[in-house]
């Protein structure tokens, strides 16, 4: 099997498995009183002080969910809700047409249930929200505006955007800014007290951690309605009982993944460059959409998501071609998002100005820390003929 | 063979896909999203087409261990089958959606695709005895699909597998259960899946622009009552004529006739709905040109037999039937058969 699917999804590091398993035959409830009580307290505060020193952020600014999911449906509404509360003529909700939809739907569900208005800000042909577009924006609704969200990467096409000069933009109309960095922390050097972010999601299960555990960075001064009610555990912005082994695991994987970053971007990235150059090889008119590979650094760090490969096809369903690659072992995907496990043209390319046949012929490969050589080889030898076989699919219907 | 099982999330393409494996074929199962927006959860017995029924789907390949993908036919679908199903009965005619569903999108446009990626055949699970390119009625009678199937060329014959055609309904069910499929006793699909509701005549009325017109006595001509709109009357159909006067002689009516242009719907007695000659149009054909006696001719998916003489030439069909049909409706196809063989169909334009 050839797995290029990391962005979905990444393997457990070893690290993360190993301190997951141990931790899961422990008791404890770390708001019990008693000595397991303590420890399961003491090994999530020490986690959280972990994670907080791993992305730059204070411990109390870790607010433990279940996920990227809950953490941007927390930041989106949550923040809406305690700007709102303290300035009713703050009813707008910002996102960029590029989000996942965790954010995009959570910002629809506000327009269409607490009278919210969504401001969709657009993006350019790599998928980049400029921070003049932003402040645009700001200007012709000053005052109007309860919260912004752009996300830090882009999960199908890998673009950064430059969080710190959004957060400005952001701030200087008192607008309170979230990004969603589900696919940069551990991939990218994220430190959210200089991102000036107010709130930033990150998700154990693309880092190398588990699934099922991830955090809302919030900043101490950031005020947030809580979303869940129950025993107040994280902040009185969260409330269910700490999950301790997931934590730890999550702590170790965010850990790992940040210190070893720098080696792995550059291993990442050259693999990702060897891929695109020879997958476009054997395909002359195949495209990379985004940002160029040779693109300039983005805040400090690369502009497109080390591992991200993301090519159009011409003459070509992405269904065929996910399925044809199926059969030859090969993981990818077409990186859009599924109902019921229909590719639609992806809302991220059309934004893009991408035509919807060119974004429905499109394959997301995205490399991790199992990457080899011989994954893109794999990919590399089967492309020639899948997309041939593909063509004459779509040709025919 | 490498074959594609088209896969509804029913108990039948489940326990097909199941057959086309264990006969040896290297099966890949796909879900046919035919709905641009698929509803959640479906609406009782009805339809194929909500996402739970593309879950159930799924779950029977993994349980039978297919590849499993879900292909959106849903432009295609709307264009080829929802599109002229409305346009039909516009015309005053009377279509059937699941012949064209099988005529234009399982199998052209899904077979077309399965056979450029390298698939032999589409496998469903339809019941209909298929063997060397003849294409027969099931052996349950009660499920006989091949009514529906008869619409297809032998092309495209050569490219299907009917895995249930010698099998009971009650059959199917008691093996899908044995081979552990959660679909063994999910309930039938029946009516027209792009209308959950089973309100054919509201479905029309979105989509169209209907205007009043008038009920006439097919006799005298005199105005019975009016309708909101031809749309949606099947010759044959007694019932939601909305006459509230009875005939003088007490006995119910039926539509004997639509004309969309003066938007009359002629009504009448039961016998007036006789028809003893069928002209249909764009045959397809797998005897050799001519005429053909003492066959049977379907006029309906279900019940509408007759014997009759059958005269088939490029471009039309006749059928002199050696005894009367009632509801006879234009738009519905006229499948000819040998015994249990099929050996044609023809879209029926008009009745006498
Ligand atoms: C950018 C982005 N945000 C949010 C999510 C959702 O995260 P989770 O799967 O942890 O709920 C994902 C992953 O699917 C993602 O890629």
Redesign the pocket.
């Known amino acids: 099997m050839t797995y290029l699917d990391h ?2 999804t990444t393997p457990m590091l070893p690290v993360a498995v190993a301190r997951y398993t141990e931790a899961l035959g422990r008791v404890g409830n770390p708001s019990s009183l008693h000595t397991a009580g303590r420890r399961a307290r003491k090994e999530v505060e020490e986690a959280r002080e972990t994670i907080a020193e791993a992305v730059g952020a204070l411990p109390t600014e870790v607010v433990l969910a279940t ?4 953490a ?1 449906n927390l930041a989106l509404k949550g923040v809406f809700w305690a700007r709102r509360a303290a300035d009713p003529r703050r009813t707008g909700v910002v996102v960029s047409a590029v989000e ?1 939809h ?2 995009l739907d959570a910002a629809e569900w506000l327009a269409e249930h607490e009278g919210a208005t969504m401001h969709v800000l657009a993006v350019d042909a790599a998928g980049r929200v400029d921070p003049e577009e932003l402040r645009a924006l700001l200007a012709a609704h000053a005052g109007e505006i309860a919260v912004v969200s752009v ?1 830090w990467a882009n ?1 199908e096409v890998g673009t950064v955007n430059d969080i710190r000069a959004l957060a400005d933009v952001a701030h200087s109309f008192d607008v309170p800014l979230h990004t ?1 960095a ?2 940069a922390v551990g991939s990218l050097p994220v430190d959210f007290a200089a991102s000036g972010a107010d709130a930033l ?1 990150l ?1 154990g ?2 880092l190398g951690g588990p ?1 099922g555990v ?1 955090a809302l960075l919030l900043r101490r001064d950031a005020s947030c309605v809580p979303l869940l009610h129950g025993g107040g555990q994280e902040r009185d912005v969260r409330s269910g009982t700490l999950d301790v082994a997931g934590t730890v695991a999550l702590a170790a994987a965010v850990r790992a993944a940040v210190d070893d970053a720098p080696r792995r971007t550059v291993e990442l990235a050259a693999l990702r460059d060897d891929l695109v150059a020879r997958l476009v090889g054997e395909v002359p008119d195949a495209t990379l959409n985004g940002v160029p590979l040779d693109a300039a650094p983005v805040g400090g760090g690369p502009a497109r998501l080390p591992g991200n490969a993301h090519l159009s096809f011409p003459g070509c369903e992405g269904d065929s071609l996910l399925m044809l690659l199926d059969a030859h072992e090969i993981e990818c995907s077409t990186g859009s998002a599924c109902t019921a496990g229909v590719a639609r043209p992806s809302h991220v390319l059309l934004a893009m100005g991408v035509d919807e046949a060119a974004a429905r012929g499109s394959l997301r490969f995205s490399l991790g820390h199992s990457s080899t050589a011989a994954d893109v080889d794999a990919a590399v030898a089967a492309i020639g003929p899948v997309v041939e076989r593909a063509r004459g699919a779509l040709a025919r219907s | 063979m490498r074959v594609l099982a088209a896969m509804s999330g029913g108990v039948d393409s489940a326990v097909a896909a199941a057959r086309a494996r264990d006969a040896g074929h290297d099966v890949v199962g796909v879900h046919l999203a035919l709905s641009a927006k698929p509803a959640t959860m479906r609406e009782g017995a009805r339809g194929c087409c909500s996402v739970e029924d593309s879950h159930d789907a799924r779950r029977c390949a993994d349980v039978l261990g297919l590849p499993f993908y879900v292909w959106d036919m849903a432009a295609r679908f709307s264009a080829d089958v929802v599109e002229p199903f409305v346009a039909e009965y516009a015309a005053g005619r009377t279509p059937n959606p699941c012949l064209r569903c099988n005529e234009k999108i399982k199998f052209s446009a899904v077979l077309d695709r399965a056979l450029a990626l390298g698939f032999d055949a589409v496998v469903t699970g339809h019941y209909a005895r298929l063997t060397d390119g003849v294409l027969r009625r099931a052996a349950d009678a009660g499920k006989d699909q091949s009514y529906v199937l008869g619409v297809l060329t032998a092309e495209q014959l050569a490219h299907a597998v009917f895995p249930l055609g010698d099998s009971h309904k009650s059959e199917v069910r008691a093996e899908a259960a044995r081979r552990g499929l959660v679909v063994a006793e999910k309930p039938d699909s029946h009516d027209i899946c792009f209308i959950p509701s089973g309100d054919t005549r509201g479905f029309l009325d979105e989509r169209l622009e209907q205007a009043p017109g008038e009920l006439v006595d097919a006799a005298s001509g005199a105005v019975l009552g009016r309708h909101t709109g031809v749309a949606g009357f099947t010759v044959g159909q007694r019932h939601g004529l909305g006459l509230d006067r009875p005939a003088p002689d007490g006995r119910p009516r039926y539509v004997l006739g639509i004309e969309p242009v003066s938007r009359q719907v002629r009504v009448g007695p039961a016998e007036e709905l006789d028809v003893r000659s069928v002209a249909a149009g764009r045959p397809v054909w797998h005897a050799p040109w001519g005429t053909v006696d003492d066959v049977v001719v379907q006029v309906r998916a279900h019940g509408g037999l007759a014997p009759a003489r059958v005269t088939v030439s490029e471009g039309s069909l006749t059928a002199e039937l050696h005894e009367p049909l009632r509801g006879v409706a234009p738009g519905q196809a006229v499948v000819v058969y040998d015994d249990d063989r099929v050996l044609g169909s023809a879209t029926i334009t008009a009745t006498a």
């Open positions: 962005a979905a996920g990227g999911t809950e941007d996942h965790a954010v996300m999960n969603d589900v696919q999601s998700t299960h693309k699934v991830g």
